[in-house]
C-alpha cells in the first residue's frame, strides 16, 4: 500500500530521484479506483521510482502550493522539484509511461 505523506516528511521523501505523487480525497471516487494501480506501480517500479499519496483534506498548504484544484492530481517530482503533472483519473500504463521519461 502506497506511503501517505504530509507536510513533515514531503519535503525529504521528495529531495532524491523521481518521486510520483498522487494527491487525493477520501471522498473522491476516481482517486479510489486510482489507488490500486498506484500500488502497483509502486511495486513494479520500486527500483527506479517512488510512489507516495498526499491526502489533500489534510494537508491543504501542500495542495496550495501545488496548486492543486482538482483531484486525483498526479505530481511526478525529480529530485525534489515539480516536472509533470497529470490532473484526473490515468490508465497505468500512461502512468507508467510519464514516469519512465524522467528515471
Known amino acids: 500500500?502506497?506511503?501517505i505523506i504530509d507536510t513533515n516528511?514531503?519535503?525529504?521523501?521528495?529531495?532524491?530521484?523521481?518521486?510520483?505523487?498522487?494527491f487525493f480525497a477520501t471522498w473522491c471516487g476516481p482517486c479510489k479506483m486510482l489507488?490500486?494501480?498506484?500500488d502497483e506501480l509502486e511495486t513494479?517500479?520500486?527500483?527506479?521510482?517512488?510512489?507516495?499519496?498526499?491526502e489533500i483534506d489534510q494537508n491543504m498548504d501542500l495542495a496550495r502550493k501545488f496548486m492543486v484544484s482538482t483531484v486525483p492530481t498526479i505530481m511526478?517530482?525529480?529530485?525534489?522539484k515539480p516536472v509533470e503533472t497529470m490532473v484526473g483519473f490515468m490508465p497505468k500504463e500512461t502512468i507508467k509511461t510519464k514516469v519512465e521519461a524522467h528515471i
Do not use: C, R, W, Y
Open 1 to 3: 500500500m502506497t506511503q
Open 9 to 22: 516528511n514531503f519535503e525529504s521523501e521528495l529531495e532524491n530521484g523521481v518521486v510520483a505523487v498522487d
Open 35 to 38: 489507488a490500486p494501480i498506484f
Open 44 to 54: 513494479e517500479m520500486k527500483d527506479s521510482a517512488k510512489f507516495f499519496k498526499v
Open 76 to 80: 511526478i517530482f525529480k529530485d525534489g
